[in-house]
């Protein structure tokens, strides 16, 4: 059992807070006024993981930490009885792992292992959002009230120009039924473990839902680092996007001129390098707990 003192454990508690809690409370805050913003809800609505429990710092398996009763009253999830109290330290109760999520755990481990197994493909370009609004009626859009940056036709011509080329299963079935048939691939659920691939922008925000999945027992560090990643990719995603979010400061990355995909590329592959430290400390994680 490692031991973390209560100076260190408060510091990566602080840590978490620097990363997840303006945005956390500033969707708390819009839910409460019934108001949505197009890129920042995200993260607390697709990925399905509530502001709340996303604040509350905990250890990983394996982490004793010290604790005070000011410290059990300020935080009294860690009261909870997941946590074995030994005299002044705390930690996670193996007992209560369940099959369920030894088994998940067991998916999400071969998941990453199929991953990092296989080739990056880049050059995707972030069509994905393109492809979720190609041909479709203006009525019909998602992100109501933000309009498009180019024309409809405009937008049509240029996704027609490209090589659509999208692996992952949760953007494609997004996709216009006009567009479904551009794209080079067509993953289903069943072929996630085939299909998904660490530059895809998607695969790699991911990784704080798989994360999330394997709370506790994965703490509050891992969670809030792939939650960064995930924001700093969610970003990109919709800067790259057909939609005109200036008024919301989003410059947007042009992906239909050749400089704004080589920008678009350039980041993409910044982002891949930050995830395959995480999906390996995922996959450790995961592989412990299938035991």
Known sequence: MIEWSRKEWKARQAAHLDRVGDLADAFTQRRSHGTKHPVEDFLFTYYNLSPAKLKQWVPPLGVAIEV?????LECPWLA????????DRVFLDEAFLTD????????IRDLCDRVSERPTRFRCFGLHEWAMVYRMPPEQIRHQGYELRLTP???ASFVDSQ?????HYDAFRFFTPEARPLNAFQPVLETRLDMEQGGCLHTNMDLYKWAGKLLPWCGSDLIGECFANAWTARQLDMRASPYELRALGYEPIPIEAPEGRAEYERQQRDIAATSEPLRERLRTLATELVG
């Open 153 to 155: 036709e405009e937008l």
């Open 163 to 167: 090589a659509v080329c999208c692996t």
């Open 80 to 87: 909870s009885d997941r946590f074995v109290r030994q005299n």
């Open 68 to 72: 005070t009763a000011e410290d059990l």
């Open 100 to 107: 369920h999520t030894r088994q998940l755990a067991k998916w």
